[in-house]
């Protein structure tokens, strides 16, 4: 019914960029909020950043400065621009998104993650 499919991680050496892509499809009435989070080896999975419908946006302490989240409403996709990427952002990462959906009300959706491996 909903599919948030990501594109854009991969392996990058420190200091480098990537951008993900997270696009949102299906019987979408509207969007509450979209996110990215990341989750690490051995670690719990973590909020990275995450972008309102009005255009607030709340980034974790470990990545202020240095990512960028940002969306496209018309075409229901959001993006995170990771710069000065460090050996700790190695993590597979997660899109998601609060959606109100046509028949279904509100609900928590989430992508397939995409691994994003940083070498030093």
């Known amino acids: 019914q909903v599919q948030l499919v990501e594109s854009g991680g991969g392996l990058v050496q420190a200091g480098g960029s990537l951008r993900l892509s997270c696009a949102a499809s299906?019987?979408?009435?509207?969007?509450?909020?979209m996110g990215w989070y990341r989750q690490a080896p051995g670690k719990q999975r973590e909020l990275v950043a995450v972008?309102?419908?009005?255009?607030?946006?709340h980034y974790a302490s470990s990545v202020k400065g240095r990512f960028t989240i940002s969306r496209d409403n018309a075409k229901n996709t959001v993006y995170l621009q990771m710069n000065s990427l460090k050996p700790e952002d190695t993590a597979v990462y997660y899109c998601?998104?609060?959606?109100?959906?046509?028949?279904?009300?509100?609900?928590?959706?989430w992508g397939q993650g995409t691994q994003v491996t940083v070498s030093s």
């Open positions: 972008i309102t419908s009005g255009g607030s946006t």
């Open positions: 998601n998104a609060d959606l109100n959906v046509q028949g279904s009300g509100r609900d928590d959706y």
């Open positions: 299906g019987s979408i009435f509207s969007i509450n909020s």
